[in-house]
T-cell receptor, first 113, second 109 residues
Framework: EAQVTQNPRYLITVTGKKLTVTCSQNMNHEYMSWYRQDPGLGLRQIYYSMNVEVTDKGDVPEGYKVSRKEKRNFPLILESPSPNQTSLYFCASSPGQGVGKLFFGSGTQLSVL | AQSVTQPDIHITVSEGASLELRCNYS??????LFWYVQSPGQGLQLLLKYFSGDTLVQGIKGFEAEFKRSQSSFNLRKPSVHWSDAAEYFCYNNNDMRFGAGTRLTVKP
């Protein structure tokens, strides 16, 4: 089954404790992206990747890192989380940038205390 | 800069009534526009998309949307709303990968 797998589904952590949210797709998609969703602001793009070893900043990249060492995986790293990063995060993929629909993961609800 | 605007944050309609959710875009000579729906606690599901051709596009769950270049709009419509349509709806411009802020739909019995 074609899918984007995101883990964990829920995460509670404390300020400053490094964490990684994983994202994996099984569709051989070139394009992957991370969004955060906050009430009244919709989904805002954090980082995106057009292919292996090619990543770029979205609209709200501060405080986040990503890597794309393999085509299927696109982890989101918070080196030193802060409370303003409490949010709902979604990973998405598509065949190419601007090509086809986005396939979304189930989301990660992150709370930073 | 926001390339997709959804002017209505929250809309309430009665079950069985018609629905129109507004979306205006401002980026791309030939926009590639989508509508996604997010049910409570769920991820996003594609309703429909427009790239070219017929400006009236049909989607799943009885939704349709009409692309109007003269008005820079891509409004989502449904003739008769069901209680299960209560969700948040997002317009998306594939040209610059941006979502609108979303419109939350409440359906009254």
């Amino acid at each position: 089954e074609a899918q984007v797998t995101q883990n964990p589904r829920y995460l509670i952590t404390v300020t400053g404790k490094k964490l990684t949210v994983t994202c994996s797709q099984n569709m051989n998609h070139e394009y992957m992206s991370w969004y955060r969703q906050d009430p009244g602001l919709g989904l805002r793009q954090i980082y995106y990747s057009m292919n292996v070893e090619v990543t770029d900043k979205g609209d709200v990249p501060e405080g986040y890192k990503v890597s794309r060492k393999e085509k299927r995986n696109f982890p989101l790293i918070l080196e030193s989380p802060s409370p303003n990063q409490t949010s709902l995060y979604f990973c998405a993929s598509s065949p190419g940038q601007g090509v086809g629909k986005l396939f979304f993961g189930s989301g990660t609800q992150l709370s930073v205390l | 800069a926001q390339s997709v605007t959804q002017p209505d944050i929250h809309i309430t309609v009665s079950e069985g009534a018609s629905l129109e959710l507004r979306c205006n875009y401002s980026y791309g000579a030939t926009p590639y526009l989508f509508w996604y729906v997010q049910s409570p606690g769920q991820g996003l599901q594609l309703l429909l998309k427009y790239f070219s051709g017929d400006t009236l596009v049909q989607g799943i769950k009885g939704f349709e949307a009409e692309f109007k270049r003269s008005q820079s709009s891509f409004n989502l419509r449904k003739p008769s709303v069901h209680w299960s349509d209560a969700a948040e709806y997002f317009c998306y411009n594939n040209n610059d990968m941006r979502f609108g802020a979303g419109t939350r739909l409440t359906v009254k019995p």
